[in-house]
C-alpha cells in the first residue's frame, strides 16, 4: 500500500538544486559548443538535454524503490559493476589511447562511473553492520580495502586515473565518517604514504607527465601544459563580472581544450567572472549541505551511511574538477557533476540525487 507519508516527506528543496543545476549545465554547455568547438559538437547541448531527459526518469525509479532494497542487493550490484569493469578491459572502445567504453549499440556508457555507485552501495552494507563507538579496527578494514581496490585497480588499467582515484576519495571519506580506531588511522595513514612510491612506479608516463606538468606548467606551455595555462587564462580574463555569454575570446578561438567536458568551468569564469562563480560554488555548497542534512536526519545507518557516501562523491568531483581548471590539481579527468558533457556521468549523477530523495523521504522509517 502506497504510504502518504512519501509525498508529506518529499524533498522538494533537493529536486529543486538538482533542476537548478541540470538547466545552468545545459546552459553552460551550449555555451561551450557554440562558441567555439568544431562543427561535430555543436549539437552536443541537444543530446546532454537528451541525457537529463533519461536521467530525471531514472531519477524517479531510484527514490521510488525504497532503498534498503539496494541493502539486499548490494552484491550483486557490485559483482555486476565488477564484470562490466573485465568486460571494458577485454571488449572496450578505444578513444584517445584510453579503453573506458562499452560499445552498446548507439550508445557508448562508461562502466566506471556507474561503479561509483556500486562501491558506495556495498561500502555501506558493510559499515552499517560493523559500525562500532570505539571505531573500526585494522581486521575490519580489510574488507572494505578489497572491496575498493579490486575496481581502483581495474580502472587503472584501463587508464583512468581521475575515476580511480575518486572511488579511492569516496571510500575514504566513508570510513573516516563510521571512525577509525585511533591505532589503525595511524597504521592506515602510514601505509597510504608508504604506496605512494609504489603508485608512481606503476604510473604510465603520460601520468607522470601531468603531475610533473601540474608543479610546473611552463616548463612544456605547447605540450602537456598547454590544458592548465589555456584555463588559467580563460579564469583569468573573466575577471569580476565576465565577458558576457558566449563572449569568451579563449572558448571562442579555441584556445581552451576540452571546453565542454573536463575544462567547462572555464568557459563559465571567462563568460560570467568571479561572480558566476561565486553563485555556481554557493550552489553547490547547499547541495552538499543538503545532503549531509539528508544523512543526519536519516535514522537507518545503512540510509546514512549511504547519503553520505553520494555526499562524498558529489563533493570530489567539484572540488577536482575546479581545482584542474584552476592549475590547484593535476588533469586526471574529472567531470562536474551536472555541468561536463557525458552521458554516463548525467547518468550516475542523477540515480544519485535519487538515492539521497529516497533516503529523505523515508526518513521516519527505522
Known amino acids: 500500500m ?10 522538494w528543496g533537493l529536486l529543486g538544486l538538482t533542476v537548478l543545476l541540470a538547466s545552468l549545465g545545459l546552459l553552460m554547455l551550449y555555451s561551450a559548443v557554440m562558441s567555439g568547438s568544431p562543427t561535430p559538437q555543436k549539437f552536443l547541448h541537444i543530446k546532454q538535454l537528451i541525457w537529463f531527459g533519461i536521467g530525471f526518469a531514472i531519477m524517479i525509479v531510484s527514490f521510488s524503490l525504497n532503498y534498503k532494497l539496494l541493502d539486499r542487493w548490494a552484491h550483486a550490484i557490485y559483482i555486476i559493476g565488477i564484470i562490466l569493469l573485465v568486460c571494458v578491459l577485454l571488449y572496450g572502445k578505444y578513444v584517445g589511447g584510453a579503453k573506458r567504453w562499452l560499445m552498446l549499440g548507439p550508445v557508448s556508457p562508461q562502466p566506471s562511473e556507474l561503479v561509483k555507485i556500486a562501491v558506495i552501495i556495498v561500502l555501506a552494507r558493510y559499515y552499517s553492520r560493523v559500525v562500532t563507538p570505539a571505531g573500526l579496527t585494522l581486521r575490519d578494514l580489510f574488507t572494505p580495502f578489497m572491496l575498493t581496490i579490486i575496481p581502483f585497480l581495474l580502472i587503472v588499467k584501463q587508464p583512468d586515473l581521475g575515476t580511480a582515484m575518486l572511488i579511492a576519495l ?11 580506531e585511533r591505532r589503525s588511522l595511524l597504521y592506515f595513514i602510514v601505509s597510504c604514504m608508504l604506496t605512494v ?4 612506479f606503476f604510473m604510465k608516463g603520460y601520468q607522470k607527465k601531468r603531475i610533473l606538468t601540474f608543479l610546473n606548467p611552463d616548463s612544456d606551455p605547447l605540450g602537456a601544459g598547454y590544458h592548465i595555462i589555456q584555463s588559467k587564462i580563460a579564469i583569468g580574463s573573466g575577471m569580476f563580472t565576465g565577458k558576457g555569454f558566449l563572449k569568451g575570446t579563449q572558448n571562442a578561438l579555441s584556445f581552451l581544450p576540452e571546453q565542454h567536458t573536463d575544462f567547462i568551468f572555464s568557459v563559465l569564469a571567462e563568460e560570467w567572472g568571479l561572480a558566476g562563480c561565486v553563485v555556481l560554488l554557493v550552489i553547490f555548497l547547499m547541495l552538499i549541505i543538503w545532503a549531509l542534512n539528508v544523512a543526519h536526519r536519516c535514522r537507518d545507518p545503512f540510509g546514512t551511511i549511504l547519503a553520505v557516501g553520494v555526499t562524498a562523491m558529489i563533493f570530489w568531483q567539484v572540488f577536482i574538477n575546479i581545482g584542474m581548471a584552476m592549475g590547484l590539481m593535476p588533469v586526471v579527468g574529472v567531470p562536474l557533476p551536472f555541468i561536463s558533457y557525458g552521458g554516463s556521468s548525467i547518468i550516475t549523477t542523477m540515480i544519485c540525487m535519487g538515492l539521497l530523495m529516497n533516503v529523505s523521504m523515508r526518513r521516519f522509517m527505522q
Open 2 to 11: 502506497f504510504d502518504r507519508r512519501y509525498v508529506q516527506y518529499f524533498d
Open 170 to 180: 569516496i571510500a575514504g571519506s566513508m570510513t573516516v565518517f563510521v571512525k577509525i
Open 197 to 200: 612510491p609504489l603508485v608512481w
